[in-house]
């Protein structure tokens, strides 16, 4: 299985509205419940109006369009992960998995993964 790096530096925080975005721009994902409004976006393209933010993540994703019938992609990844102490935050998509870590882990996570076999591109 790929693993695409993504080059940018990301940043999850909670924002009360989020129709100031310029949704045209970078990479967003909005997560909205009845409590939050969730955002994940390029650190540079963090907004002014956020109530609590976490810079300092980078991220990888699932290369392909992940079938709904295939069990245990991203389950199989948070173990290996979570077994070299390394903590993640992941969203998913219509298509595939985008896995979040932290920085200081980021380079160690590829490494862990890739001795597990997975191909890191």
């Known amino acids: 299985m790929q693993l695409k790096k993504m ?11 989020i129709k100031e975005l310029d949704l045209e ?9 009845d409590e939050e409004i969730s955002l994940v976006c390029e650190t ?15 991220a990888f994703r699932i290369q392909g369009v992940l079938d709904f019938s295939l069990i245990g992609i991203l389950s199989k990844i948070s173990s290996v992960l ?3 102490k390394i903590g993640i935050f992941a969203v998913s ?10 920085q200081e882990n980021f ?3 590829l490494q862990v993964l890739a001795e597990q076999g997975y191909e890191v591109v």
């Open 93 to 102: 998509t219509f298509n595939t998995d985008y896995i979040l870590i932290k």
């Open 82 to 84: 979570a077994e070299n």
């Open 25 to 33: 721009q970078g990479f967003y994902f909005i997560g909205r419940t």
């Open 7 to 17: 080059d940018m530096d990301l940043t999850v925080c909670k924002v009360p509205i």
């Open 44 to 58: 540079i393209q963090t907004p002014e109006n956020t109530s609590e933010r976490d810079d300092g993540w980078k």
């Open 107 to 109: 380079e160690k996570a």
